[in-house]
C-alpha cells in the first residue's frame, strides 16, 4: 500500500449505531488531519493531530471522536450520528504541521438513515 | 477569518483550448498555497503548492501563481484534454492558522 489510505470507503449506519473510520499513511509523515465534505460546502477541517498535540475545530460535535494511537493510524469513532452528518469523510497527512504539502486519502462515504 | 473564493464555480471549454481559474483570498498574511484536484466521490489530488515567497509553480501543463499582495492566485490548463475534467480546489495555510482553507472549487468539463 502507498499514500493514504482509508476504510471503509462506503458506510451505512443508524442514529443509535457506533462505528469507526480508519486512515493510514505509508508516507512517514507525522500530522494527520480529518476533514469533512459537505454538498456545496467548502472542505471543513475537524481534527489535526501534528507532532503529538491535537486540535480540534471547536464547533465539531462531541458524537465525533478521534484517537491516534501513532503517526501512521488515524481512526474517527463515531456514535449518535445525526442524518446532516451524511458526508464524505478524508482524512489527510503532511510532512510535520499543516504549513507542509497534504496528501489525501480517498474518502470515506458515510450515510447516516 | 480567512475567506478563499473561486470563480467560476463551473467552466465547460473545448478539448485543446487553455483555460484559467481563480482563486482569491482575504487575508494576504498566508504562509502557502495549494493547488488540488478532486474526480467525483474521490479524494484529493494534490497538484501544486506556492510558498508565500514564490510567484510561481510549473508541473507539466500546469502553471499556478500568486499574487500574496492583491489576494489572488490563478491555476493554468494549457491544451485542456477531457481527462483534466474534475473539480479544482485552492487552498491557503495562514500565517496564524493551524489549518488549511478551502474554496469550494471551480468544476471543469473539457468537451471532447
Known amino acids: 500500500e502507498t499514500g493514504v489510505t482509508q476504510t471503509p470507503r462506503h458506510l451505512v449506519m443508524g442514529m443509535t449505531n457506533k462505528k469507526s473510520l480508519k486512515c493510514e499513511q505509508h508516507?512517514?509523515?507525522?500530522?494527520m488531519y480529518w476533514y469533512k465534505q459537505s454538498a456545496k460546502k467548502p472542505l471543513e477541517l475537524m481534527f489535526v493531530y501534528s507532532l503529538e498535540e491535537r486540535v480540534e475545530n471547536n464547533s465539531v460535535p462531541s458524537r465525533f471522536s478521534p484517537e491516534c494511537p501513532n503517526s501512521s493510524h488515524l481512526f474517527l469513532h463515531l456514535h449518535t450520528l445525526q442524518p446532516e452528518d451524511s458526508a464524505l469523510y478524508l482524512c489527510a497527512s503532511s510532512q510535520y504541521t499543516w504549513r507542509d504539502e497534504q496528501f489525501f486519502g480517498p474518502g470515506t462515504r458515510l450515510t447516516v438513515l | 477569518k480567512q475567506e478563499v473564493t473561486q470563480i467560476p464555480a463551473a467552466l465547460s471549454v473545448p478539448e485543446g483550448e487553455n483555460l484559467v481559474l481563480n482563486c482569491s483570498f482575504t487575508?494576504?498574511?498566508?504562509?502557502?498555497l495549494q493547488w488540488f484536484r478532486q474526480d467525483p466521490g474521490k479524494g484529493l489530488t494534490s497538484l501544486l503548492l506556492?510558498?508565500?515567497?514564490?510567484r510561481e509553480q510549473t508541473s507539466g501543463r500546469l502553471n499556478a501563481s500568486l499574487d500574496k499582495s492583491s489576494g489572488r492566485s490563478t491555476l493554468y490548463i494549457a491544451a485542456s484534454q477531457p481527462g483534466d475534467s474534475a473539480t479544482y480546489l485552492c487552498a491557503v495555510s495562514g500565517a496564524g492558522s493551524y489549518q488549511l482553507t478551502f474554496g469550494k472549487g471551480t468544476k471543469l468539463s473539457v468537451i471532447p
Open positions: 487575508d494576504s498574511a498566508i504562509y502557502n
Open positions: 508516507l512517514g509523515h507525522n500530522a
Open positions: 506556492i510558498q508565500s515567497s514564490q
